[in-house]
């Protein structure tokens, strides 16, 4: 698992590559808390280069969008690949995050 962080105007994007699991969540989730710690409160997680999203994972992305809801702050969702929309629908996320088809159309969307 790797994230790269890079910002457009004042939004954080976190490119997730590799798979979000048992393993990587809780180094995935430091590197989370780290840019929110660092005072960013709007955050959108690219999905386009992950392979695999693990209840683990979820939690690791319900946890961010709590967090960011405590600090009135925003999150989004772009990229699911088939997979990992199957997942997000299933459980119910789709319902409750911002989730957009392209990187263009989430930030957009702030």
Known sequence: MKIDVTAAQDVQILAFK???DS???PDAEAQVNAVIDAGHHRLL???TELDYVSSAGLRVVLGTA???GDAKGELRICGLNQRAQMVFDITGFSNVLNISKTEE???ASF
């Open 18 to 20: 590799g798979s979000l």
């Open 23 to 25: 393993n990587t969540s």
């Open 45 to 47: 997680f690219n999905f």
């Open 66 to 68: 709590r967090r960011l």
């Open 105 to 107: 159309e989430a930030l």
